[in-house]
């Protein structure tokens, strides 16, 4: 992520999306030298202290983007983390630091066919990367949701098919995405494919992708978004060793 100074962004509104997501609408000053066209980029959010504790830093995707704005959208869990807590006691005039954007990461621009699938950290992603997706794309999306009332509408060519699987433990089930993806026929042509979600899921579905389904790994994105039982830091530890082995 550029070594830029983070910027003080203020809570304009807040959106409950679903029973497990809110959306924070977020905006002020800081949008004065916010990149443009940032939908689906990671941004760092600094949570605010408390007492003596360090400043934690938590990673979220832009949403949506507009030319006073930024919407970041929050998967909500009875235990969940600092930032997930911090969003559910937001209130409009609050404010929080946030550092990036990071690079933005989307669907490739020249495939024959497309492939996203996440769970509901990757939905706010996912979501930005369906409306840029030509007219005539097709392909299909795998999204796993914590209940059926946390299924969203989204916008999305009609040639893709939008795919739903419920897991009420997030993270417990690793094989659940690599089980609707090993169940696709799998199309002719060059395949776009965009995929993040758990740790262990995400290493199993690559697995799958380069041993049974023959994609080159420079033709996909494929990143872990958190790792169940961990910190973000633990997290970012074990993707900094899968990354060392994967390219031994």
């Given amino acids: 992520m550029p070594k830029t100074p983070p910027r003080a962004f203020t809570v304009l509104a807040r959106q409950p999306l679903t029973p ?8 002020g000053e800081a949008m004065r030298t916010f990149p443009a066209d940032q939908a689906s980029a990671y941004i760092k959010l600094v949570l605010p202290r408390e007492d003596d504790t360090p400043a934690r830093m938590r990673t979220y995707s832009v949403r ?26 937001a209130r409009p005039g609050d404010i929080i630091e946030i550092a990036g954007p990071g690079p933005v990461k989307r669907v490739a621009e020249d495939a024959d066919w497309y492939l996203l699938v996440g769970d509901m950290t990757a939905l706010p992603a996912i979501a930005a990367n369906l409306e840029r997706l030509p007219p005539q794309a097709v392909g299909e999306v795998i999204i796993e949701v914590i209940s059926e009332a946390d299924i969203q509408p989204l916008t999305a060519p009609p040639g893709m098919r939008i795919s739903w699987r419920i897991e009420s433990h997030p ?54 978004y958190w790792k169940y039982g961990a910190s973000e830091d633990g997290h970012r530890l074990s993707k900094r060793e899968d990354a060392e082995r994967e390219s031994a």
């Fill in 20 to 27: 497990h997501m809110l959306r924070l609408t977020l905006g």
């Fill in 64 to 89: 949506r983007q507009r030319e006073d704005a930024i919407e970041v959208d929050f998967v909500l869990h009875a235990d969940g983390g600092p930032a997930a807590n911090w969003a559910r006691n």
């Fill in 171 to 224: 993270g417990r089930d690793s094989e659940g995405l690599l089980r609707a993806v090993s169940e696709l026929a799998w199309r002719p042509g060059k395949a776009g494919i965009w995929i993040a979600c758990e740790f262990s899921a995400m290493r199993r579905l690559r697995r799958h992708l380069l041993d049974e389904r023959g994609v080159d790994k420079r033709e996909m994105y494929l990143s872990s």
